[in-house]
């Protein structure tokens, strides 16, 4: 015998630690407001009607045990009909609604009338034919009041859920569209790295080594974070930094590149080569097209509205339009970048592109929440 109720008070247990708990407090916040009403009602009953007949009080409480009953099974009904069909639903609902009437009616008659000896068949539909005067409508208020209750809740369920598949979806989105941008900047900066290799490994030995065990950075670079959402500052910029130096084995003299890094950013987490597609821009349609080359500039500081990144050349500027214009560019690059720096931080962090007789700018500035992460490490380490 122990064991049974111990098996059974195990099983309801667990049973309720299933049940979530708005279901829990929507239940007991319907149960206690028919206790107050049911107290209330009991109280004026004894008072006016019934002084000194202390079981009013006794038979109210079996009434509202009996209701917080009905409540539950109201729920559990409504649960199984939300199964189905609407029409199914309401027809489901309205004979829920006789029944619990039904009930609740024949156990008031019970308390009121039949243990006063008013227990004929006569009685009992006489009684249930003067309640269906107003005071029938506490009843359906009963019920109604229940099931609506539940229909309010899975109305919010279901709109938390979508909301919550939503979510889902961008993010299962952002990640396809993260893979797809960079298995098309990978390629592109490989093929342009390899051609340049493959013009310069002719010349000279010793630089097609050097350019060799840099270009294995690069690709060492560009394979460990391709499978991650972030990089170091630091290391992109020493990616950065082998790539302009094969570049630089190319173009000799004609190349500069100069860089401006706040040693307070160089912990920022940033997308992986992120700034490659800049550089090469800056390398292919500026310096490149020009007789007697430029210089390409890379500034990362902290800005008032955040991290401003800028790419910087002196190349042909707004004179490469038509090289840029032409066929043989297809922009992908700085497009790319554009969408991944919005996937990434929000449409506020999109390129921003200068051209002038002076050369090309390109920028972005990342949100204010890195600025805030940056300040936070230069006060950490006392840096001005």
């Known amino acids: 015998?122990?064991?049974?109720?111990?098996?059974?008070?195990?099983?309801?247990?667990?049973?309720?630690?299933?049940?979530?708990?708005?279901?829990?407090?929507?239940?007991?916040?319907?149960?206690?407001?028919?206790?107050?009403?049911?107290?209330?009602?009991?109280?004026?009953?004894?008072?006016?009607?019934?002084?000194?007949?202390?079981?009013?009080?006794?038979?109210?409480?079996?009434?509202?045990?009996?209701?917080?009953?009905?409540?539950?099974?109201?729920?559990?009904?409504?649960?199984?009909?939300?199964?189905?069909?609407?029409?199914?639903?309401?027809?489901?609902?309205?004979?829920?609604?006789?029944?619990?009437?039904?009930?609740?009616?024949?156990?008031?008659y019970y308390f009121d009338m039949y243990l006063d000896g008013f227990d004929e068949f006569e009685d009992w539909q006489q009684y249930m034919i003067d309640l269906l005067s107003w005071d029938a409508m506490r009843f359906y208020d009963q019920y109604i009041i229940t099931a609506a209750v539940f229909y309010v809740i899975r109305y919010f369920d279901s709109l938390q859920k979508k909301e919550s598949e939503r979510s889902v979806l961008l993010i299962k989105n952002k990640e396809m569209q993260l893979t797809l941008l960079k298995s098309q900047i990978n390629p592109h900066f490989l093929f342009n790295t390899l051609n340049s290799i493959s013009m310069l490994i002719s010349t000279s030995k010793d630089k097609a080594r050097k350019v060799i065990t840099q270009l294995s950075d690069v690709f060492r670079y560009a394979l460990d974070s391709y499978g991650g959402y972030t990089v170091k500052l630091s290391s992109e910029i020493e990616f950065i930094e082998n790539y302009i130096k094969i570049q630089q084995v190319r173009f000799e003299d004609r190349l500069k590149f100069e860089k401006e890094i706040a040693f307070s950013c160089?912990?920022?987490?940033?997308?992986?080569?992120?700034?490659q597609p800049l550089i090469e821009n800056s390398v292919k349609y500026g310096i490149a097209p020009k007789d007697n080359g430029g210089t390409i500039k890379l500034t990362v500081k902290p800005y008032k509205n955040g991290i401003f990144f800028e790419v910087r050349d002196n190349g042909l500027g707004i004179n490469?339009?038509?090289?840029?214009?032409?066929?043989?560019?297809?922009?992908?690059?700085?497009?790319?970048?554009?969408?991944?720096?919005?996937?990434?931080?929000?449409?506020?962090?999109?390129?921003?592109?200068?051209?002038?007789?002076?050369?090309?700018?390109?920028?972005?500035?990342?949100?204010?929440?890195?600025?805030?992460?940056?300040?936070?490490?230069?006060?950490?380490?006392?840096?001005?």
């Not at 497009?335 to 720096?341: A, F």
């Not at 996937?343 to 050369?359: K, M, N, P, R, Y």
């Open 266 to 275: 160089l912990n920022l987490d940033v997308p992986p080569m992120i700034l």
């Open 1 to 108: 015998m122990v064991k049974f109720w111990v098996a059974f008070t195990n099983f309801f247990s667990d049973l309720y630690n299933k049940v979530p708990n708005k279901w829990k407090s929507a239940y007991i916040i319907i149960c206690g407001w028919y206790l107050i009403n049911y107290s209330v009602s009991a109280f004026f009953q004894w008072k006016l009607f019934e002084a000194y007949d202390y079981n009013v009080f006794w038979n109210t409480l079996y009434l509202y045990e009996l209701l917080c009953v009905a409540v539950l099974f109201i729920f559990l009904w409504a649960r199984w009909l939300f199964k189905f069909k609407v029409v199914f639903q309401v027809a489901g609902h309205f004979m829920g609604l006789l029944a619990f009437t039904l009930f609740m009616e024949t156990t008031f």
């Open 320 to 384: 490469a339009k038509k090289v840029l214009d032409s066929t043989e560019s297809t922009g992908i690059g700085l497009d790319n970048t554009d969408k991944r720096l919005k996937s990434f931080f929000g449409f506020t962090a999109g390129l921003h592109i200068d051209s002038s007789e002076d050369g090309y700018v390109v920028s972005f500035v990342l949100p204010e929440k890195y600025k805030n992460k940056i300040e936070d490490k230069m006060e950490l380490y006392n840096l001005e």
